[in-house]
């Protein structure tokens, strides 16, 4: 049924709950995850002349490097466990991000934890998991962190 699962990542244990879910997906399916950790810089500086803001190069390969490394743990343990795992990483924004990724890589399923953020949090910081719900064109498993 799924070839392809993509499980968007962020480091957290929240996140990682939806771990053991998309374990026994691919064990069932045969299916190949791929991990996806997205860098989202924060914004150093924005004057009214610059149309995007201005990051530090460094600073932009240091997270990418720090979300490979990350993701290529995770990847090592599921391996372990007899399942094919990749790992990508993505600058830019979170959600179109991970849409953009699910279409290139043609992932039958997407599978994410919600951090489960309510009230001032969520409005503050919004939450990715309604982002990608709102805006996705196949089967999302969505399991509360």
């Known amino acids: 049924m799924y070839k392809t699962i993509l499980v968007p990542l962020d480091g ?3 996140a990682e709950a939806i771990l053991p879910h998309v374990e026994s997906l691919a064990r069932c ?7 996806l950790s997205i860098v989202d810089p924060p914004m150093n500086l924005v004057t009214p002349y610059d149309i995007m803001p201005n990051y530090m190069a460094d600073e932009i390969q240091a997270m990418v490097d720090d ?5 290529d743990e995770v990847a090592k343990t599921l ?3 007899g399942l094919q795992v990749r790992t990508a990483v993505e600058y830019g ?7 953009e990724v699910a279409e290139r890589e043609k992932a039958d399923l997407l599978a994410m934890a919600s951090h489960g953020r309510t009230g ?3 409005v503050f ?3 990715v998991a309604a982002g990608v719900l ?12």
């Open 79 to 81: 391996r372990a466990k």
């Open 125 to 127: 910081y919004g939450s």
């Open 93 to 99: 924004a979170v959600v179109a991000s991970i849409i």
């Open 120 to 122: 001032l949090s969520r």
């Open 67 to 71: 979300g490979k490394a990350y993701l």
């Open 12 to 14: 957290s244990q929240r």
């Open 134 to 145: 709102q805006r996705v064109d196949r089967p999302l498993l969505l399991i509360r962190a």
């Open 29 to 35: 399916t045969g299916a190949q995850i791929i991990l």
